[in-house]
């Protein structure tokens, strides 16, 4: 990595031996036609206020955040145990772990307490072996760093960066680190401003994310596909507001969606949609929603299909509750 990756060293993370809080229940989905039937199971990191769940790899391990009476934290997944993630420095706010590559290295963002700004977020690496580095776009009037969502199979990673000042955001790019150190941002086209990376499949030829159009109240957000054919909008139909979080490589995307209901409310809904070898206009989506949620995001899928993502929920006591869950497929 170049000198603009700044390394630090973590390699005594705690690991702490939790059970996962489960609350099972079994949903069927449609897509193509085809039944597709999942196991929902609740995850929440113990003592936590809120879970959220945002990647997968092929091995099941799943990264996300949480908040406790400490702040907000990562956390990792990994064969039944829990491991908290905290960016190692005592000036770090907050820390989201956003994906895990095949290898166990992850990315995410983390954010300062001071200077207390919107210009103080940045993009992480903790690789499988607990080392921790800094990784932000180098060049230009980027105060407002975005931060990484997705790492690839040969360490490749993507994510966002903000131009402007501390306090306004006049651009808004997708860019991807390599390996190597060097960097590339995404030329999107003028009608489309404020496009950022997601997610991509594991070769890096195909890429989700999300981009924003107009201004003010009129301002909406669209979901995307960036392949060889392009950039091709990727909308829920009937969704004001779609973004596209995570391809795996048989091209499944998922994300999330906003949708009006009949009494002129909007409800959030997570997605699945095929679209490998298929015209847009050949895609079909399929709504994903917690059992008894008021609220569902998808963030994550793998290449077996799994999915994790986050729900709200309202409790007994009539207070909204924020909680993680992965979605598998029985017998597989």
């Given at each position: 990595?170049?000198?603009?990756?700044?390394?630090?060293?973590?390699?005594?993370?705690?690991?702490?031996?939790?059970?996962?809080?489960?609350?099972?229940?079994?949903?069927?989905?449609?897509?193509?036609?085809?039944?597709?039937?999942?196991?929902?199971?609740?995850?929440?990191?113990?003592?936590?206020?809120?879970?959220?769940?945002?990647?997968?790899?092929?091995?099941?391990?799943?990264?996300?955040?949480?908040?406790?009476?400490?702040?907000?934290?990562?956390?990792?997944?990994?064969?039944?145990?829990?491991?908290?993630?905290?960016?190692?420095?005592d000036n770090v706010l907050s820390t989201v772990a956003t994906a895990i590559g095949p290898s166990g290295d992850i990315v995410g963002i983390y954010s300062l307490k001071s200077p207390a700004s919107a210009g103080n977020a940045h993009g992480f690496l903790r690789t499988k072996e607990g080392e921790w580095a800094t990784v932000d776009y180098p060049v230009g009037n980027h105060l407002m760093q975005g931060g990484l969502y997705s790492i690839?199979?040969?360490?490749?990673?993507?994510?966002?960066?903000?131009?402007?000042?501390?306090?306004?955001?006049?651009?808004?790019?997708?860019?991807?680190?390599?390996?190597?150190?060097?960097?590339?941002?995404?030329?999107?086209?003028?009608?489309?401003?404020?496009?950022?990376?997601?997610?991509?499949?594991?070769?890096?030829?195909?890429?989700?994310?999300?981009?924003?159009?107009?201004?003010?109240?009129?301002?909406?957000?669209?979901?995307?596909?960036?392949?060889?054919?392009?950039?091709?909008?990727?909308?829920?139909?009937?969704?004001?507001?779609?973004?596209?979080?995570?391809?795996?490589?048989?091209?499944?995307?998922?994300?999330?969606?906003?949708?009006?209901?009949?009494?002129?409310?909007?409800?959030?809904?997570?997605?699945?949609?095929?679209?490998?070898?298929?015209?847009?206009?050949?895609?079909?989506?399929?709504?994903?929603?917690?059992?008894?949620?008021?609220?569902?995001?998808?963030?994550?899928?793998?290449?077996?299909?799994?999915?994790?993502?986050?729900?709200?929920?309202?409790?007994?006591?009539?207070?909204?509750?924020?909680?993680?869950?992965?979605?598998?497929?029985?017998?597989?």
């Open positions: 990595m170049n000198n603009r990756i700044k390394k630090s060293y973590a390699l005594a993370l705690a690991m702490t031996a939790l059970a996962i809080a489960i609350s099972p229940a079994m949903v069927s989905t449609a897509a193509g036609g085809n039944d597709r039937p999942y196991v929902l199971t609740t995850i929440e990191v113990p003592g936590a206020t809120i879970t959220q769940a945002y990647g997968i790899n092929a091995g099941g391990d799943i990264v996300g955040s949480y908040n406790d009476a400490a702040g907000s934290h990562g956390f990792l997944l990994s064969a039944g145990e829990f491991t908290s993630l905290d960016y190692p420095s690839l199979t040969d360490g490749t990673m993507l994510g966002c960066f903000h131009d402007g000042t501390a306090t306004t955001t006049t651009a808004m790019y997708g860019y991807v680190a390599y390996p190597d150190g060097a960097t590339s941002e995404f030329d999107y086209p003028a009608d489309k401003p404020f496009a950022m990376f997601y997610g991509a499949t594991p070769n890096g030829k195909t890429i989700v994310g999300a981009y924003r159009t107009g201004t003010g109240p009129a301002i909406h957000w669209h979901g995307y596909l960036l392949d060889n054919r392009g950039m091709t909008t990727l909308d829920v139909p009937g969704s004001v507001l779609t973004q596209a979080y995570s391809i795996n490589p048989a091209g499944e995307t998922v994300g999330t969606y906003t949708a009006l209901n009949p009494d002129g409310t909007t409800g959030m809904h997570g997605f699945l949609v095929e679209t490998r070898g298929l015209a847009a206009g050949n895609w079909q989506f399929t709504t994903v929603d917690f059992p008894g949620a008021i609220m569902t995001h998808v963030r994550g899928i793998n290449a077996g299909s799994d999915l994790v993502g986050d729900y709200i929920i309202v409790g007994g006591d009539g207070k909204a509750q924020v909680k993680g869950f992965v979605a598998s497929r029985p017998g597989r």
